[in-house]
């Protein structure tokens, strides 16, 4: 079964950090680049960060920039984004999924919530 399960969010105060996790299976992760979205109440969902399948090339939108980091373990078929200095803006339900032939069932993210 071709899955992806997100997890590794929570509730922080402004400036502090998480880690979120995505395991993938089904499918041979190590081939495929992986990206992270979100999705605010309210909003579309948005591509936050980019990672090559072999984890050399990154790319993370301008708001996040300096402050998330994307990372894969290809022997673990699990993408991570450390996040940093978080901000009250980053509130959202944080999605994994592959870059080209996306899944189409999203799974159910993982909730981050920064506030005091």
């Known amino acids: 079964q071709v899955q992806l399960v997100e997890s590794g969010g929570g509730l922080v105060q402004p400036g502090g950090s998480l880690r979120l996790s995505c395991v993938a299976s089904?499918?041979?992760?190590?081939?495929?680049?992986m990206s992270w979205y979100r999705q605010a109440p309210g909003t579309e969902r948005e591509l936050v960060a980019s990672?090559?399948?072999?984890?050399?090339?990154?790319h993370y939108i301008d708001s996040v920039k300096g402050r998330f980091t994307i990372s894969r373990d290809n022997s673990k078929n699990t993408v991570y984004l450390q996040m940093s200095s978080l901000e009250p803006e980053d509130t959202a339900i944080y999605y994994c999924?592959?870059?080209?032939?996306?899944?189409?069932?999203w799974g159910q993210g993982t909730q981050v919530t920064v506030a005091s």
């Open positions: 089904g499918f041979t992760f190590r081939s495929y680049p």
């Open positions: 990672i090559s399948s072999a984890g050399s090339t990154t």
């Open positions: 999924n592959r870059v080209a032939d996306p899944l189409d069932d």
